[in-house]
């Protein structure tokens, strides 16, 4: 399977741009046509999401735009590094550059959020050749041939990939007044988490973005690279202000419904550019009292989408299909793998907690946050 995701991706690299992107389309189709359990599962979420704000006609058209945008945004991906920054800059215009300007002249750094909408993996590499200095937080994938793909294409722009758990590497770049950038908006049940409003569903949703801008006084900066045709639009919006609540707690959990709100928008601004697939409702409270919810990690949502999402784990277990195996080759990220049920990191091989570095160890008596080492270690 690796030697053909090689094989399309020399393919890939040597054609123009547009017909690269032609390419990814006709797999999306492709892909919309013979995965009908994934089709199925994007468009449960969309209703449950969306309510009566879609009718099914809608959902289905919202679908086929999610698959053959996915399947550009693949392609794009192995597309770029036998390209140049200046043949990425002139397919992209961006507004809001000021904002990151801003938030950078506090001296903190920035912990520059975005969501699985548009193409993500250019907003690294975008700043990057605008002058702005970082890396990017992400999960260990389940196959390390594609990540490693990914490791490279940042790093060959110099942006650098740092393992989820790395707390000194990350506390490094922001005091150094560098950009992390961090992709939250999925349920990730290994991660610390709560509950907030997502599409007015409660939504378990990671916290750490929210506790580090907290220990570390770097404000969260939400960026989004919005697919316009043949073009793309990064969007800087302003720093979310941070919280006035004295408890930390309370803090945390404003400054986590901040975020979701503004990546929401988006998403209703640009729903067939978000990876609907994903089982963003999976975990679910199992108590709700006055608008407060229990935080409750692993207790699935047993609404209509959960059903879907069972049907798909059974169909794939049954009988993998061909246009599976063909739509991995193609991505090697876990927009295609995570998100459609395949990217779960392996399980840790031990667990141990870990200390926040030591100037920062006692800002971090109102909460913890986990994560995973290199070596599969929980930290």
């Not at 189709?29 to 468009?43: C, F, I, M, N, Q």
């Not at 404003?254 to 503004?262: K, P």
């Not at 207790?299 to 061909?322: C, D, L, M, Y």
Request: charged letters at 20%; proline letters at 6%; one cysteine or more.
């Amino acid at each position: 399977m690796y030697l053909g995701f090689q094989g399309l991706r020399a393919i890939v690299q040597r054609l123009p741009l547009s017909m690269a992107r032609s390419l990814g389309r006709s797999i999306g189709r492709a892909a919309y046509g013979v995965l009908p359990a994934y089709r199925r599962l994007a468009e449960e979420h969309l209703g449950y999401a969306m309510g009566e704000a879609l009718s099914v006609a809608a959902r289905r058209q919202v679908t086929r735009g999610v698959f053959r945008h996915l399947g550009q945004t693949a392609v794009e991906w192995l597309w770029l590094p036998a390209h140049s920054d200046g043949e990425l800059n002139g397919f992209i215009v961006s507004e809001g550059i000021e904002h990151l300007r801003a938030a950078l002249a506090r001296g903190n750094g920035v912990i520059a959020l975005t969501g699985h909408v548009g193409n993500w993996e250019m907003i690294p590499l975008y700043l990057r050749s605008l002058g702005f200095q970082g890396g990017v937080l992400a999960r260990r994938l389940r196959y390390p041939e594609y990540e490693s793909f990914l490791i490279r294409l940042r790093g060959a722009r110099g942006v650098p990939t740092l393992a989820r758990g790395s707390l000194k590497e990350v506390a490094t770049l922001l005091r150094a007044n560098q950009i992390v950038g961090v992709l939250p908006d999925q349920d990730v049940d290994s991660l610390e988490g709560i509950f907030v409003d997502f599409f007015g569903h409660p939504t378990y949703t990671p916290v750490g973005p929210a506790a580090l801008s907290l220990m570390t006084a770097a404000p969260i900066v939400p960026c989004f690279m919005i697919r316009e045709g043949s073009r793309f639009r990064l969007v800087i919006e302003p720093a979310l202000p941070t919280p006035s609540s004295a408890d930390r707690k309370q803090a945390m959990a404003a400054l986590t419904q901040a975020w979701s709100r503004v990546v929401e928008s988006y998403i209703r601004r640009y729903p067939e550019q978000w990876v609907w697939m994903h089982r963003r409702w999976k975990t679910q409270p199992t108590v709700v009292n006055s608008g407060q919810w229990s935080v409750v990690s692993g207790q699935p949502h047993k609404g209509e989408a959960a059903n879907a999402s069972e049907q798909i784990r059974t169909a794939v277990r049954q009988r993998p299909h061909p246009a599976w195996l063909l739509l991995l080759l193609v991505t090697g990220h876990w927009s295609l793998v995570t998100v459609m049920g395949c990217g779960k990191p392996p399980k840790p091989s031990a667990t141990e907690k870990a200390e926040w570095a030591s100037d920062a160890s006692q800002k971090m008596s109102g909460f913890t946050l986990t994560g995973y080492e290199e070596d599969g270690r929980k930290r």
